[in-house]
Nanobody
Framework: QVQLVESGGGLVQPGGSLRLSCTAS????????MGWYRQGPGKQREVVAG???????NYQDSVKGRFTISGDNAKNTVFLQMNSLKPEDTAVYYC??????????????WGQGTQVTVSS
């Protein structure tokens, strides 16, 4: 059984910073990709940032220069450092992982989500 556990959400003022963490646990053979998605009120879920096992990263245009994704492969953990936060960043942030529990068993997993609210 694989679990993704997120932490680090909360309430922050505009211009502030937060750091999200997500750790994958369980019987994991290999992780290929971990990323962050978000879903704001009345909006569809959208990709925010992702990082591949080789360290390659990708970002949504609206967060480039403000958010940084990084990973600790040894701990199966991914981080999202969010700076210069804006009210439009308010959303539930979800961790996502593309991994295998053994050779030939590759699947996609989601965390439970963590709320980020940017408001004065």
């Amino acid at each position: 059984q694989v679990q993704l556990v997120e932490s680090g959400g909360g309430l922050v003022q505009p211009g502030g910073s937060l750091r999200l963490s997500c750790t994958a646990s369980g019987s994991i053979f290999s992780i290929y990709y971990m990323g962050w998605y978000r879903q704001g009120p009345g909006k569809q879920r959208e990709v925010v940032a992702g990082i591949s096992s080789d360290g390659a990263t990708n970002y949504q245009d609206s967060v480039k220069g403000r958010f940084t994704i990084s990973g600790d492969n040894a701990k199966n953990t991914v981080f999202l450092q969010m700076n210069s936060l804006k009210p439009e960043d308010t959303a539930v942030y979800y961790c996502n992982a593309d991994l295998s529990v053994r050779i030939g068993r590759r699947s996609n997993y989601w965390g439970q989500g963590t709320q980020v609210t940017v408001s004065s």
